[in-house]
Structures are given as structure tokens and as C-alpha cells.
Nanobody, 126 residues
Framework: QVQLVESGGGYVQAGDSLSVSCTTS????????MGWFRQAPGKEREFVAG????????VYADSMKGRFTISRDNAKNTVDLQMNSLKPEDTAVYYC???????????????????WGQGTQVTVSS
């Protein structure tokens, strides 16, 4: 069983930066592809960024490219999402997700991830 716990959400101003982190339990974190998704009120959950088990491949949603950076530390069982130049439309609950997927494949749809955290709220005011 894998448990994911997000942290680091908060309230920021437009243009600010914020980092959210996901800590996982489980022995085989290094063989999991990891992803970040977000869900705003009244909207569907959407893909933000993903990273392969080795960290060698990252994938971003188009609207996050150049602003967000995903990274992982397999020794610490953590995956981070650094968010820069935040906009009010980035306001959402951010979820960490994991899927046992060795290799460099990075899933980009929620259905392809097996494990989920409870989410952390990020609010960006204008």
C-alpha cells in the first residue's frame, strides 16, 4: 500500500512563487511514476506535471511549461512541484499521484494513476 501526503499549499499573491511537496510511504518509490494534478471548483481534475521513476523524463501541461518545475528525490521518497509566476487561475487543490511504472513513461491522465494523496489547497489572489 502506498500513501501520499501533500504539503506546502497556501495563499499567495499573483506573481509569487510557491512549492508543494509530496511525501510517500512504501518500499518501491523509485519504481513509481509520479504526477501532480489540480482541481479548481466546478472544474475537472487536470494534469499539471509528471516525472518518470528515474527523474529522467518530465512532462508538463502546456499552460505550466516554463512556470512549473517537477522534481523528485528517490532517497527521500519525495516529489516536489515548484510553481513560479503564479496566476489567479492557478488556484486549485493540488493532488499528488503515483503509479507503479518503471521506465520513462509518464502518464498524463488521472485514470492511469493508482494512488492519490488528499490534496493541498493553493490560492492565488489578484
Amino acid at each position: 500500500q502506498v500513501q501520499l501526503v501533500e504539503s506546502g499549499g497556501g495563499y499567495v499573491q499573483a506573481g509569487d512563487s510557491l512549492s508543494v511537496s509530496c511525501t510517500t510511504s512504501g518500499r518501491f518509490f523509485g519504481s513509481y511514476a509520479m504526477g501532480w494534478f489540480r482541481q479548481a471548483p466546478g472544474k475537472e481534475r487536470e494534469f499539471v506535471a509528471g516525472i518518470s521513476w528515474s527523474g529522467g523524463r518530465t512532462v508538463y501541461a502546456d499552460s505550466m511549461k516554463g512556470r512549473f518545475t517537477i522534481s523528485r528525490d528517490n532517497a527521500k521518497n519525495t516529489v516536489d512541484l515548484q510553481m513560479n509566476s503564479l496566476k489567479p487561475e492557478d488556484t486549485a487543490v493540488y493532488y499528488c499521484a503515483a503509479d507503479p511504472r518503471p521506465g520513462e513513461v509518464v502518464p498524463t491522465t488521472a485514470e492511469m494513476y493508482r494512488y492519490w494523496g488528499q490534496g493541498t489547497q493553493v490560492t492565488v489572489s489578484s
